[in-house]
């Protein structure tokens, strides 16, 4: 099968395209013909950090690299019953020794893997395991509520887009924090309000919210305190979160009742990894860059 897999770390030449085997599954493992899987900033991020670096934080270098999938079952291991054969799944590769950049891939059935909504293509459906369980996770923190004034920073990023979409579904008043030639794509994600960062400052205006959520690590509680409402509550993605399988299944209620949607900048074919990896370093894309690995 083809996979990208992750010989060097630093430059994008260090993904390489080759032919390995055919993974086959565990006992407890479904294999899953990938159709779609993404560019996110942890596979970037993960690119560039030397092996040695990250032993130190206590991650395990990885073949290949890939954190989100969407496919169809082809095999299932002889205990699983969770799934079956042609099941369409999305799901993470977090804490897997390999990543999703391939044309197959074997997941524990019992882990990080959804079925798919029936009227989700599996190139929709790809980029939304590992955004959105992240949004849910730091919204849900911050004490997300209906009624509550909520900011989201980076809100045209992939995390940001899904945060935008989840604290609006709550009952949320939601305002965006994007460049403004992303507002009008926010605005159409459930935001009553769009502030343009390159024209206004947010840390120093006189509008006070109840959670600010900072979706790209772009500050600090000091650098907001003063915008937060008595009993606010800031988060951001610089503080670590732990994937659970019950937030996906949340994920997937939402994708299903048409509640939340993936925002898709660029596709790349598996065999433009590297431009895909240049683009998304650059800092400047507006949700998630989409692979397209089978047809």
């Given at each position: 099968m083809k996979a990208v897999l992750f010989k060097k770390t630093g430059s994008v030449a260090?993904?390489?395209l080759a032919d390995i085997p055919q993974p086959v599954p565990k006992p407890s493992e479904v294999l899953v013909r990938?159709?779609?899987t993404s560019v996110t900033r942890g596979d970037v991020v993960l690119r560039k950090i030397p092996f040695l670096l990250a032993r130190l934080f206590g991650q395990k270098r990885k073949a290949m690299l890939g954190h989100e999938f969407a496919g169809e079952i082809e095999a299932i291991g002889s205990e699983v019953t969770e799934v079956s054969v042609g099941d369409r799944v999305f799901g993470t590769t977090t804490g897997l020794p390999t990543g999703s950049y391939?044309?197959?891939i074997c997941v524990p059935a019992a882990g990080m893997l959804a079925t798919i909504p029936p009227h989700v293509?599996?190139?929709?459906a790809a980029p939304v395991p590992i955004g959105a369980t992240t949004a849910l996770?730091?919204?849900r923190r911050g004490g997300l509520a209906s009624g509550k004034r909520v900011l989201v920073i980076g809100?045209?990023?992939?995390?940001?887009?899904?945060?935008v979409q989840i604290a609006a579904h709550y009952g949320a008043h939601v305002t965006g924090v994007s460049s403004g030639r992303n507002a009008e794509l926010v605005r159409s994600l459930g935001a009553a309000e769009v502030i343009d960062y390159t024209v206004e400052d947010v840390t120093k205006g006189e509008r006070r919210y109840d959670l600010v959520f900072d979706a790209v690590?772009?500050?600090s509680t000091g650098s907001f305190k003063r915008?937060?409402?008595e009993g606010g509550s800031f988060v951001s993605v610089r503080s670590s979160t732990t994937e659970s399988p019950s937030d996906l299944i949340e994920v997937r209620k939402l994708l299903a009742a048409r509640r939340i949607r993936a925002v898709i900048d660029r596709r790349y074919a598996l065999d433009q990894i590297r431009e895909a990896h240049s683009y998304v370093e650059k800092g400047r894309k507006a949700g998630n860059v989409l692979i397209s690995v089978a047809g």
């Open positions: 260090g993904l390489v990938i159709h779609a391939a044309e197959y293509p599996f190139e929709d996770q730091f919204l809100a045209s990023g992939s995390v940001g887009s899904y945060g690590g772009a500050g915008i937060l409402a």
